[in-house]
């Protein structure tokens, strides 16, 4: 079955860089567009980035341009989120989906990411 | 302007129908989708462009839409739909997504 499991969360202080992972199992992961997805604690859901299939296209939402580089390596079935100048505004629960096309149809159970001195 | 607006509770009584509203510009031009977060869960998709189930996803939910609204109707709700709803919707064109404030929804 289709499968998504993120890595990679922790404690982490202000200024500070983090990489998340994605492993993916059950389907090909190369035929497919991903997303990170995150939710800070008690509040909504916030998108963060997209990679394309084929991973020629990124995109990123404002809060986290310049700062996040999305990435995926088909060969180990595995996105990346690779997080720079961590403010305690980023903390939050970071969930990566994949895109079926016409919708995120498939989530992991999230990874925790604390920013705090 | 690309932000949506969701009222953030409603509830219904077991059995019911509640509807489920999301308001943007930006709805005019493309499809919502709508997502259910329970807690301690991933979000689930539940509708997507507009009308649509993902296979698994009861027929009680139900999708429309009108100008610049968007509405989730579950029909018959049961106790296992208590969670949060959040509209979204996708511009293809630069990847991005944009997620409604939520809606909590409480079955009494």
């Known amino acids: 079955q289709v499968q998504l499991v993120e890595s990679g969360g922790g404690v982490v202080q202000p200024g500070g860089s983090l990489r998340l992972s994605c492993a993916a199992s059950?389907?090909?992961?190369?035929?497919?567009?991903f997303h990170w997805v995150r939710q800070a604690p008690g509040k909504g859901l916030e998108w963060v980035a997209a990679?394309?299939?084929?991973?020629?296209?990124?995109?990123?939402g404002d809060s986290v341009k310049g700062r996040f580089t999305i990435s995926r390596d088909d060969s180990r079935n595995t996105l990346y989120l690779h997080m720079d100048s961590l403010s305690p505004d980023d903390t939050a629960i970071y969930f990566c989906?994949?895109?079926f096309g016409i919708g995120l149809d498939s989530w992991g159970q999230g990874t925790l990411v604390t920013v705090s001195s | 302007s690309s932000e949506l607006t969701q009222d953030p509770a409603v509830s219904v009584a077991l059995g019911q129908t509640v509807r489920i509203t999301c308001q943007g510009d930006?709805?005019?031009?493309?499809?919502a989708s709508w997502y259910q977060q329970k807690p301690g869960q991933a979000p689930l998709l539940v509708i997507f462009?507009?009308?649509n189930r993902p296979s698994g996803i009861p027929d009680r939910f139900s999708g429309s839409s009108s100008g610049n609204t968007a509405s989730l109707t579950i029909t018959g709700a049961q106790a296992e739909d208590e969670a949060d709803y959040f509209c979204?919707?996708?511009?293809?064109?630069?990847?991005?997504?944009?997620f409604g404030p939520g809606t909590k929804v409480t079955v009494l």
């Open positions: 989906a994949r895109d």
């Open positions: 059950g389907f090909t992961f190369n035929a497919y567009s």
């Open positions: 990679i394309s299939y084929g991973g020629n296209k990124n995109s990123y």
């Open positions: 930006s709805l005019r031009n493309f499809y």
């Open positions: 462009d507009k009308n």
């Open positions: 979204n919707f996708r511009d293809s064109s630069n990847m991005h997504y944009v």
